[in-house]
């Protein structure tokens, strides 16, 4: 009866193990379509509303426990020096917010 016990706890140990590995090690089996949909999204964002032209340069994705939301950052086309961000839901391609320096608010099209 003791040896069942410990078959049964050794079993549930590696079971749960094998959970948070299998948990964490879970990606998005299409990530490079989300980033490149968000992308074009994004792209068009900043073009109808601050009617200017970004390079993304960088995406990363929040945690799905948190929320469903990838964020971009990357740069005004014709100037690096100017930094933009825009956080967008990867299931509804909706933008969530953007982060925008002073200079590109000032252009906002209202």
């Given amino acids: 009866m003791k040896n069942i ?19 964490g090690c879970n990606t998005f089996p299409n990530q490079d379509q989300v980033v490149e949909k968000a992308t074009q999204v994004g792209y068009q964002y900043f073009i109808d509303h601050y009617n200017t032209e970004v390079n993304f340069t960088d995406h990363k994705f929040m945690p799905k426990d948190l929320s469903h939301n990838v964020n971009l950052s ?12 825009i956080l967008i839901d990867y299931d509804t391609f909706e933008v969530q917010t953007a982060v925008v320096p002073k200079e590109l608010l000032d252009k906002k099209i209202k």
């Fill in 5 to 23: 016990f410990k078959k049964i706890q050794y079993i549930s140990t590696l079971l749960i193990i094998l959970a948070f590995i299998v948990g």
């Fill in 74 to 85: 990357g740069h005004v086309k014709d100037n690096q020096e100017v930094s933009i961000s």
